[in-house]
C-alpha cells in the first residue's frame, strides 16, 4: 500500500533526509525511497513524530542513521564511529580503545552521546537524537551550519528532536 503524504510534509522530510545524508543526493534518493517503503509498511495514521520510526529504518539503510537500546554502549560506540567516518571524521573518545570492556563497562550510552557530541561539534557536526519512546535510542549526524535548518524542519513536521549531548 502507498501512503501519500501532504506535499508539504513530503518537502519537508526529502529536505530532513538530504540534511541526515549530509547533502550527498544520491544517498538522499536511496533514504528516500526506503522511506517511502518503510511508511508503507507503517500504514495509514503515520504522521508527526512517528514519521520518525520509517525514517529511522530508512536512515539505517542508507547508513545514516543509528537506532541502539538503551544499555548497548558498544552499539553506540560503533554506529557513531560509522556515521563519523561517512562523514570523513574521527570521534575522539578520550581513550585509545573505545570498544574495551573497562571503557565500556564505566560509560553508558547517555555518557558516551556527550562524549562523541564534544568531539563531533569540533569537527563542524552535531549528533542528534529522536525520543523513541522506547528503551533506546535513534539519531543521526547533521553538519553544524545546518543546525538551525534542521530544528526549522523538525518543527514543521513536529518531531521531537535534540542534540545528543541534551537527550538524556
Known sequence: MTIELPSETQDAMRELILLVCLHDRDAAQHCWTAFRHALAQAGPGCEGHQLLWPLSEAAGTAGAGFYVEWNDAAALVRSVQ???????????????????????AAHGV???????????????????????????????????GDEARLAGVAARLQLMIDPADETC
Do not use: K, N
Request: charged share 15%; with cysteine; net charge negative.
Open 110 to 144: 547517555p555518557a558516551l552521546m556527550t562524549i562523541a557530541q564534544a568531539s563531533l561539534r569540533a569537527a563542524g557536526h552535531v549528533l542528534w537524537c529522536w525520543d523513541t519512546q522506547a528503551d533506546a535510542f535513534a539519531g543521526w549526524l547533521v553538519r553544524s
Open 82 to 104: 560509522e556515521l563519523a567516518a561517512r562523514a570523513g571524521l574521527r570521534v575522539d573518545w578520550g581513550v585509545a580503545d573505545p570498544h574495551a570492556p573497562a571503557f565500556l
